[in-house]
């Protein structure tokens, strides 16, 4: 009764968010509404077989914060791909976010491609972006921030509470503010 109750819910949780134009593939589970703030023009696309926890009591964690897709600009597009479960996290975009295959995204994570403003504050400078880019097969640990213009490679570990301003290659376990490789993993 309650795995058919939670189903039933997926459901109709997936055509809501589907009415909010993000394009969403076949499979997976959608635990709780996402906040979903989409410029238009802009695109979300989640693969199939995706799973999106906005409840906390899904969540070991108790976070409170649901899953957000906020894009900032008319061209930007965040790719989910494939197998790949986000927690409690936000995804905020300008240009591009792409979450690579069966890549796991910890409780309360920070995703951006943008500065969001120039420096100083009330100066003229440009807002600066760049794409970020998750491998495949990634864990990524709760509370972790991922700033602009990042790659991290496939099946890489970031440890929780970690802030990311460089690229980490693959096969690598990095953690730190700013987070750094403490060592290469065995090739899988």
Not at 14 to 43: D, F
Not at 133 to 160: M, P, Q, W, Y
């Amino acid at each position: 009764m309650r795995l058919t109750l939670l189903k039933l819910l997926t459901r109709l949780i997936r055509v809501w968010v589907r009415c909010r134009g993000v394009k969403v593939g076949a499979g997976g589970w959608i635990h709780g509404l996402p906040q979903i703030r989409l410029k238009k023009g802009s695109t979300v696309q989640i693969g199939d077989g995706v799973s999106l926890c906005s409840m906390s009591r899904f969540n070991p964690l108790a976070p409170v914060r649901r899953v957000a897709f906020i894009t900032n600009a008319p061209t930007a597009r965040i790719v989910i791909k494939d197998g790949a479960g986000i927690s409690s996290s936000v995804l905020s975009c300008v240009t591009s976010i792409t979450i690579g295959k069966n890549t796991l995204i910890g409780a309360d994570c920070l995703i951006v491609d943008s500065d969001f403003h120039g420096f100083p504050l009330d100066g003229n400078e440009p807002v600066k972006s760049a794409p970020v880019e998750i491998g495949d097969h990634v864990f990524i640990g709760a509370r972790t921030i991922i700033l602009k213009g990042v790659k991290i490679g496939n099946r890489s570990v970031i440890g929780a509470g970690s802030v990311v301003t460089s690229d980490i290659p693959e096969n690598s376990l990095a953690a730190g503010n700013p987070a750094r490789v403490l060592r290469r993993l065995a090739p899988r």
